[in-house]
């Protein structure tokens, strides 16, 4: 069920990318980024537990929709880290080491957004095209790959997948994207819904901000 919801919004986000260059008249654009991620856990969690940084890459459409108003359907890769300090459960073996989890996303997202594109005065206007939006909207996160290290006195070494860990996150997207001549910067904050634990309370879900840049193609 998880694998067919991944592939349809996946289809549908490639879809409305494609659909771009035919949207009417209105100023759309292409965009690819990259950047850190900062993740942490709820505060409902127990103490003894570490955020850590990770790295996110992703591609996106504008797509205006009326004055002030764009749409941002999204695709992207993330890769986010956490570390435990408190005894842990990997599967049914209990393991009183640290435990790096190595997490990897992929990401399907569509925003509603406040903004748009804005021309300065010039004679050159595609150049002077800059960016300025308020947006918000669902994200499903799909979990494709662990790489998780019990961290020790003598190195690190590799864990097997940890069979607890969701193979979903369903969040909410909040953020803002600044532009200057298609060069852009995004600060994303990502509200989880749901645990990336399985059988755990909401205390345990993975918050995650984002702060990335991005170059803007864009399509008139």
């Not at 260059?21 to 409902?44: D, E, M």
């Not at 537990?49 to 992207?76: A, K």
């Not at 499903?140 to 193979?167: H, P």
């Amino acid at each position: 069920m998880i694998k067919i919801l991944q592939q349809n919004l996946i289809k549908v986000s490639i879809i409305c990318l494609i659909l771009l260059p035919v949207i009417g008249n209105s100023q759309n654009a292409i965009f690819l980024k990259g950047g850190t991620n900062y993740n942490f856990l709820g505060i409902g969690f127990e103490e003894g537990y570490g955020d850590r940084f990770g790295y996110t890459l992703g591609l996106g459409g504008i797509i205006e929709i009326g004055d002030n108003l764009v749409i941002t359907p999204e695709i992207g890769y993330s890769s986010r880290s956490l570390e435990l300090y408190t005894p842990f459960y990997i599967n049914d073996n209990f393991t009183d080491a640290d435990l790096r989890l190595g997490l990897n996303y992929i990401d399907v997202s569509a925003h509603i957004g406040y903004g748009g594109f804005f021309e300065q005065e010039s004679d050159n206007s595609f150049s002077s095209t800059n960016l300025f939006m308020l947006y918000a909207g669902p994200q499903v996160s799909f979990l494709s790959s662990q790489n998780n290290r019990l961290i020790t006195d003598f190195g690190k070494d590799d864990v097997q997948e940890i069979e607890r860990i969701q193979n979903y996150i369903i969040a909410i997207n909040a953020g803002i994207s600044l532009g200057v001549r298609n060069f852009f910067v995004d600060v994303r904050y990502s509200i989880p819904l749901n645990s990336f634990l399985e059988l755990d309370t909401f205390g345990d879900a993975l918050h995650t901000m984002n702060l990335t840049v991005g170059y803007s193609f864009m399509i008139r």
